[in-house]
């Protein structure tokens, strides 16, 4: 480390001051080199103290001190101050946290000794903010002390005791009402109440230790005690079980480092909470393989399905329900209603693709493929839905009733992630355009699905639920087509012995089981039969209210 100092000529007695300097040995001295007096300016020269001035460290706030570790500090303080003391420079001078270097060991060193008779530009730049830690003697005198005045040391040591006590600023002058030149008047003026620092510390502070520092900065330097008292003093007060403060710094590292293992365990362990929360929530958002592959960062490409079953539905004249209702009455509806949707999906194979206002968009056979099993998970979970919307309240409407329409359709469909902000897992293709036509044409409180729907869900699970043909309808974008009503699951309970022998054949041995078990299926497909006649007027009368 190096200082400059403006160029002039030394003494033949300065000369050897310098000498003797550079043979001051002492843990708590700061090692004065030399001093380069060939160029422009002057040039000393000292050992480096890597972690800075006390000041500095102080000033920065980010290094927390135990009352130990203060303490040590205060007293390597004295140390160096007693050291000097007894030297042939008798006093220090200059004494202030600025000059309190701070090595790797955390070990504190005076600095900036000795060097009182160089003129440096930097000193009257800076000296009245210097008086902040000159005794009141001095401010009314000269600014550089006399080698007889070491009870100003004495009062310098002090200020800087209160700065590593209350770990802020000499004076705390920064959060002072006063301004550093009014504090420096009110010093030098003395007399009535003196000025001094306010020393609020923490409880675990030796009051002992608190009584040596005002005496320390005592008005009448004769009322100082010496630097031999202050440091037999200080050694009275070292704890017994600690000395050394290298190993109390170890002590709270290894302390540090278990709170900190135990704080990074306690946070993986919120982080982990939270990563399940949000994976829950983003697998509600779209489908767990889409989320993976998404989180490893790899492309979701659009896969084709060759059979699957859409379902839609819809609140009947929800736009009236909703004119008699707040905006806020009709988010809780909306969300009441959706929510018990949701908590009957979570129970079956079926997945959720979205709810845009009052409709609700389903599919089953995707992502994860299910055979021929998505028509029957959701003829269950459209029941499931009309049974629950039988007993659905309004809070604030109790005599309306909400009524579902719901349409199905089943065939092939493309599915894939569509955008990058938001990201959806949307589905393609005439299948899911259909399922919603049957939705649209279809009536309150009734399940309308498709042919290929019907087909599908007679010939895998014959006979188990109550069907019934709805004709021809015209529906819009597809011209006529035949449709189907599911009206429940079927009640009727027969045994192999009264059920037709060309429908065993139908059911696989291991979906039949024992054949005198019991089931329950369908009416025979003739007592489903409606009057030609009487079906055609009911289409041209049904076509007439669509038109």
């Known amino acids: 480390m190096t200082t400059k100092h403006q160029s002039q ?6 000369m050897d001051n310098l000498v003797k300097m550079r043979k001051l040995d002492h843990d708590n001295v700061h090692k004065f080199i030399g001093m380069s007096i060939d160029g422009p300016r002057l040039i000393g020269v000292w050992k480096l103290c890597s972690r800075g001035s006390l000041q500095d460290i102080i000033c920065r706030g980010n290094f927390s001190m135990d009352y130990f570790f203060m303490f040590c500090m205060i007293r390597d303080i004295a140390e160096g101050v007693k050291y000097l003391h007894h030297s042939f420079l008798r006093v220090h001078g200059n004494l202030r946290s600025a000059t309190c270097l701070v ?26 903010k210097r008086l902040l830690w000159a005794a009141p003697e001095v401010m009314r005198g000269s600014l550089k002390p006399s080698i007889t005045d070491s009870p100003a040391d004495v009062y310098s040591f ?33 007399g009535g109440e003196i000025l001094r620092p306010d020393l609020s510390v923490d409880r675990d502070v030796n009051q002992t230790l608190l009584a040596l520092v005002k005496d320390c900065w005592a008005e009448n330097p004769n009322d100082r005690p010496v630097a031999d008292e202050i440091c037999k003093l200080i050694t009275e007060l070292t704890p017994k079980t600690k ?18 293992e135990v704080e990074v365990e306690e946070r993986t362990k919120e982080l982990t909470v939270e990563k399940k929360k949000s994976d829950i929530l983003l697998g509600k958002m779209l489908p767990r393989q889409v989320t993976e592959r ?31 209702c707040s905006p806020f009455q009709t988010v809780n509806i909306l969300n009441d209603l959706f929510s018990n949707f949701d908590a009957i999906i979570e129970k079956t194979d079926v997945y959720k693709v979205e709810s845009i206002g009052d409709g609700y968009l389903c599919v089953s ?41 719901i349409g199905m359709n089943s065939g092939p469909c493309v599915a894939g992630v569509v955008g990058l902000s938001m990201p959806r897992y949307c589905l393609f293709g005439d299948t899911v355009n259909t399922a919603s036509r049957m939705e649209s044409n279809g009536k309150p409180s009734m399940i309308h699905i498709s042919e290929c729907a019907h087909t599908l869900l007679t010939k895998c699970y014959p006979y188990q639920y109550e069907t019934s043909s709805r004709g021809e309808v015209i529906i819009k974008g597809k011209g006529v087509m035949e449709t189907f009503w599911v009206h429940d699951r079927s009640t009727i ?25 019991m089931r329950s299926v369908s009416p025979y497909i003739e007592n489903l039969t ?8 009911e289409l041209i009368k049904e076509s007439m209210e669509y038109l």
């Open 243 to 260: 000395n050394n403060l290298m190993d109390h710094v170890f002590k709270m590292l290894e302390d540090y480092t278990f709170t900190l």
């Open 158 to 190: 002090a200020i800087i005791a209160s700065e590593i006590l209350t770990k802020k600023e000499a004076w705390n002058i920064s959060e002072r009402k006063e301004g550093y030149e009014e504090v420096i008047y009110l010093v030098k003026k003395g």
């Open 9 to 14: 000529e030394l003494t033949r007695q300065e």
């Open 530 to 537: 409606v009057d030609e006649n009487k079906r055609r007027r």
């Open 294 to 324: 998404l989180k490893a960062g790899q492309a979701v490409e659009p896969e084709g399905f060759d059979s699957v079953t859409v379902f839609f539905s819809d609140i009947v004249k929800f736009t009236d329900l909703a004119t008699k």
């Open 365 to 405: 056979g995707l992502p994860i493929r299910n055979g021929f099993a998505h028509i029957k998970n959701l003829v269950d979970m459209a029941l499931q839905f009309m049974e629950f919307t039988s007993h659905f309240k309004i809070p604030h409407l109790p005599t309306e009733q909400v009524q579902l329409r």
């Open 493 to 517: 309970v027969t045994t192999n012995k009264n059920w037709r022998s060309e429908n065993l054949e139908k059911i696989s041995e291991a979906d039949s089981g024992d054949k005198n078990t």
């Open 103 to 128: 090595n790797d060991s955390w070990q504190v060193k005076l600095a900036d000794y000795g060097l009182d008779f160089i003129e440096a530009q930097e000193q009257k730049m800076l000296a009245k």
